[in-house]
């Protein structure tokens, strides 16, 4: 802890801060009592508070009241005490504790609140059910790991602002009650009291408001915003987040992407988070997905994807030869040395499934040749031709998806991440960060006929707006191991290109003026060149920490639910204020 509490009844110093350059001083700390133990006569306590932990000590002859209310004192009482700060014969140092060498001896003590059994222990790192966890989150939150996690969370944040600061970005605060725009995920609807029928949205993002902000002139911006999306949570995505919002104006690519790193860079240096020095390597789209089959590539290991469509050239297995000719791939992995039972190739087959591909080829190159259900359907010199492209050779598992290009790399790429994990080839000690550039700026929905964008219609593009197929955007993600910790891009601000944007992906002038009006009648007034980023706070603190889930890092997160154990949420309400608010359930 940086300072001293500010002295008063209850304490005058933090628990942790009493260490061996005190011992002689009277000192007061307050807390919860997080151990207790009776040793004879004495009676040891080990006094708990943000700061960390501190030994008590209650002596029988010196102080025999006081001992005696250490007799009724149990886990997480909440007291105030105060003695003298000794030291610890040198049989008895706890070197594990940052106040190890010492001990309090108490000479005044005062119950503050008495405590109730606790459901869960909190003394300890036991798992506990995540439920019983989420409804007594006062509790959890007392316990290390979530007082670490909220402490790092802090460190990060006020890194971030210092270096905006310090860049002359202004932190601005944008409306949480806006119109509903439904071009992303679904979103929280809000009845307006005043004006039955009609409803606000909860942000997923203050997109538009960061673009007025830069025609209205701020040109750097920022916040720590609270956004909300109305989808089903996942291990790294809930359905309020938290990110770090940024937008400047007369700006590039480049100076997007250094002021994020200069942020980053910051960040991962204050937390001790050892990540490559800037600037952070670039991977384009289109090799990311060619070599890793995500557009958030996990580079730290290897069983990279490969074409395969060169050495089946002319084949006659129709599994392979029916997608070639429809314009698919066929696209392999080497999984290198493995002797996997029939019963783990079945499951890879089913992942693959579960990932859009039709199925999965496996096999095991062998000196004759394959051991394979698909050896038979192919000559030597096909075999021989994958195994060279592969680099495959005796004992090796091949794993082969013939498919359209985005489900081949999908499920390729989920395979491959099953394997790394399963054979331990992730390097988790060591970490990898790299930009994804040009993305492509639409993506085909064959079943309604039309274009869509693929990061979102503001997206600023190179190319010709009148081959969309070929189109990039000029947009970027941040990716540390194989995690998307941020993205961004620059945006359009010329009213005529964002208007062709708009019919190019099916909204019309009236559609696009009823819902985007206030953007484009602001376009109209000279809009800056200007871009910016977003990064989710949520994501990148639990990555640092090492947590596997991000509510691990949010101090009232939602079960995976989308519910609140806690408190209950979401609820029914009253036929009073439905009636109030113009509505009715069905």
């Known amino acids: 802890m940086k300072h001293p509490p500010r002295p008063n009844s209850y304490r005058d110093a933090w628990c942790a801060e009493l260490t061996a350059d005190r011992a002689g001083s009277q000192a007061r700390v307050a807390g919860w009592v997080h151990r207790r133990r009776d040793h004879g006569g004495l009676i040891f306590i080990d006094l708990r508070d943000r700061s960390g932990l501190v030994q008590l000590v209650f002596h029988p002859e010196t102080a025999p009241e006081i001992h005696r209310q250490a007799h009724g004192l149990r886990s997480e009482d909440v007291m105030s005490a105060s003695g003298t700060?000794?030291?610890r014969a040198p049989e008895n140092v706890n070197p594990a504790l940052k106040t190890g060498e010492i001990e309090l001896s108490v000479a005044q003590v005062e119950i503050l609140a008495d405590s109730a059994t606790p459901p869960f222990p909190l003394d300890d790192g036991g798992d506990v059910d995540e439920t019983l966890r989420l409804?007594?989150?006062?509790?959890?939150?007392?316990r290390a790991p979530m007082r670490d996690a909220l402490e790092l969370r802090h460190q990060v944040v006020a890194t971030i602002r210092d270096v905006l600061d310090e860049r002359d970005f202004l932190e601005i605060e944008t409306p949480f009650l806006t119109r509903s725009t439904p071009e992303g995920a679904r979103d929280f609807l809000v009845p307006a009291r005043q004006q039955p029928g009609s409803f606000y949205a909860l942000p997923q993002s203050p997109q538009l408001f960061k673009q007025l902000l830069m025609i209205g002139g701020l040109e750097r911006y920022y916040q720590i915003v609270r956004c909300f999306r109305d989808e089903d949570s996942r291990a790294d995505r809930?359905?309020?987040f938290t990110q770090l919002d940024l937008e400047m104006a007369f700006v590039q690519e480049d100076d997007v992407l250094e002021t994020m790193e200069a942020v980053m860079g910051a960040v991962f240096a204050a937390v001790g988070f050892d990540v490559p020095s800037q600037p952070w390597p670039r991977m384009t789209f289109a090799e990311a997905v060619g070599r890793f089959g995500s557009d958030r590539p996990d580079t730290r290991f290897g069983l990279e994807l490969h074409d395969l469509g060169e050495a089946l050239?002319?084949?006659?297995?129709?599994?392979f030869s029916r997608?070639?000719?429809?314009?698919?791939?066929v696209r392999g992995i080497n999984a290198g040395r493995r002797e996997l039972p029939r019963s783990e190739l079945d499951g890879l087959t089913e992942l693959a499934r579960q990932h859009g591909a039709r199925g999965l080829v496996w096999a095991f190159v062998e000196p004759a040749g394959w051991r394979s259900p698909v050896a038979k359907f192919l000559t030597a010199a096909e075999i021989a031709a994958i195994n060279e492209r592969l680099q495959a050779?005796?004992?090796?598992l091949v794993l082969i998806v013939?498919?359209?290009?985005i489900r081949a790399g999908k499920a390729l790429g989920a395979l491959r991440l099953e394997l790394g994990e399963r054979f331990g080839l992730i390097p988790h000690d060591r970490h990898d960060i790299r930009w994804v550039v040009e993305f492509p700026m639409f993506l085909r929905n064959e079943e309604e006929g039309r274009w869509e964008?693929?990061?979102?219609?503001?997206?600023?593009?190179?190319?010709?707006?009148?081959?969309?197929?070929?189109?990039?955007?000029?947009s970027y993600d941040l990716v540390l191991d194989g995690s998307e910790i941020g993205g961004g891009s620059i945006r359009n601000h010329r009213l005529d290109i964002q208007e062709r944007i708009f019919e190019l992906i099916g909204i019309g002038p009236e559609e696009a003026q009823a819902r985007f009006g206030f953007l484009l009648d602001a376009l109209r007034f000279g809009a800056p060149p200007h871009g910016g980023i977003a990064m989710g706070i949520d994501r990148i603190v639990s990555l640092i920490a090492g947590r596997e889930n991000i509510r691990e890092v949010i101090a009232f997160p939602k079960a995976t639910s989308g519910g609140d154990p806690l408190t209950g949420a979401p609820a029914p309400v009253d036929d009073p204020q439905l009636r109030e608010l113009g509505l009715r359930l069905r």
């Open 323 to 329: 997608v070639l000719a429809d314009g698919g791939v």
């Open 453 to 474: 964008a693929e990061h979102h219609p503001f997206t600023a593009s190179t190319g010709d707006l009148e081959q969309p197929a070929t189109l990039l955007s000029r």
């Open 135 to 142: 409804r007594h989150r006062a509790l959890d939150l007392r």
């Open 393 to 396: 050779s005796d004992g090796d």
């Open 85 to 87: 700060v000794v030291r």
């Open 238 to 240: 809930t359905t309020e």
């Open 313 to 319: 050239a002319g084949t006659g297995f129709q599994v």
């Open 402 to 405: 013939a498919d359209d290009q």
